[in-house]
């Protein structure tokens, strides 16, 4: 059982609004082939929690409804274990949105002929990959993982994925292995491209530096540790306004495997349901032809973590 988290809704983060929105986020549910230190979604082997094909179709209807949406963002756990996942990247596709798969590349060695999907579908694949050395990647995601992470790697490229003159984008995610903020984004990718271009001959597009949020798994080995308070200080003290115009949550809502709807995937892990008009929880169903431009964002404590430093995103740093 996990330590029991300090209260995070009393906050003195400012308010912030949505604009336009441009991404829904969709987690297909929290099983995953691995179970990484890091992880804010608690995920693992042993979840149950799957999207059912009935909310498929409800996130497909809400996308046909909603033309400001550019990008599908699908998470998990491990999003290729949902059972209707390929359904729902054939049809979305079909309605002309970018597709993203937050894939954590073991899983391309669980599902043979995923990689191949990917690239027949032109999905853009951000995978998940924390350091360059295999001895600080084993030990935040697993024994073994580094090398079957460098192995879908060698999969991606050989499809074309992260070389020039390809539209096949790969991206790489970097977690910080404890309780710091990441480093510069920019002079890290480089050391990201030259390492694993030299040694294992993989490339890449881009390395987005994402900081560890203070919730489920790793909220939890920080208080073991008796970091949390220490950890939520930095991340206060480094918070910087310029970021609270590019945070994800202002074009973006998260979609969680039954489909409520949050204004983040932190948000969603806490319980911290978008609010409209009262402060019930929402359907997605419950969208159709509701504008949320200017609706207020459900802000607390964690969210220093994504305007603390250089910002911090789904999609990287945001400065």
Same mark, same amino acid.
């Given at each position: 059982?996990?330590? %029991? =988290?300090?209260?995070?809704?009393? !906050? ?35 979840? !149950? ?5 009935? %909310? ?13 949406? &550019?990008?599908?963002?699908? %998470? ?8 209707? +996942?390929?359904?729902?990247? *054939?049809?979305? $596709? ?11 590349? !073991? ?9 191949? +999907?990917?690239?027949? &579908? ?5 995978? #998940? ?21 460098? @192995? ?21 995610? /970097? ?11 920019? @002079? ?6 030259? +390492?694993? $271009?030299? $040694? ?17 798994? +790793?909220?939890?080995?920080?208080? #073991? $540790? ?11 003290? @480094? ?6 115009? %590019? ?18 995937? /932190?948000?969603?892990?806490?319980? =911290? ?7 019930? *929880? ?34 990287? @740093?945001?400065?």
């Amino acid at each position: 059982m996990l330590p %029991t =988290l300090p209260l995070l809704q009393q !906050t003195e983060f400012p308010p912030i609004k949505r604009s336009n929105l441009e991404t829904l986020q969709v987690n297909l549910g929290y099983i995953c082939n691995q179970q990484c230190l890091h992880c804010h979604v608690n995920a693992g082997p042993n979840r !149950t929690e799957i999207m059912e094909r009935e %909310t498929c179709e409800q996130i497909l209807t809400y996308l046909r409804a909603t033309p400001s949406i &550019q990008t599908l963002d699908l %998470t998990g756990g491990a999003p290729e274990l949902n059972p209707h +996942f390929r359904y729902l990247v *054939k049809t979305a $596709k079909e309605l002309g949105v970018h597709i993203i798969d937050r894939c954590n590349l !073991t899983i391309l060695s669980v599902q043979n002929d995923l990689a191949e +999907f990917l690239a027949e &579908q032109r999905l853009e694949v951000i995978a #998940s990959l924390p350091c360059y050395l295999e001895e600080n990647v084993n030990k935040q995601r697993g024994k073994g993982v580094f090398q079957d992470s460098i @192995a879908g790697l060698r999969q991606l490229n050989a499809l074309g994925y992260g070389q020039e003159n390809q539209d096949l984008q790969l991206n790489l995610v /970097f977690n910080p292995q404890g309780a710091s903020l990441p480093p510069p984004q920019a @002079a890290l990718e480089a050391d990201y491209k030259k +390492f694993l $271009k030299e $040694k294992y001959d993989i490339v890449f597009n881009q390395l987005y530096t994402i900081c560890n949020l203070p919730i489920q798994r +790793f909220g939890s080995a920080l208080i #073991s $540790k008796g970091e949390f308070n220490t950890y939520m200080q930095l991340l206060r003290d @480094a918070h910087s306004d310029d970021n609270l115009e %590019t945070v994800m949550c202002r074009s973006l809502i998260s979609i969680d495997w039954q489909g409520y709807v949050y204004d983040c995937d /932190f948000n969603q892990m806490l319980g =911290l349901h978008l609010c409209l008009d009262t402060p019930q *929880k929402r359907h997605i169903s419950e969208l159709l032809g509701r504008d949320l431009r200017n609706n207020p964002i459900i802000v607390a404590e964690h969210c220093y973590g994504c305007t603390a430093g250089q910002g911090s995103s789904c999609g990287g @740093a945001l400065s």
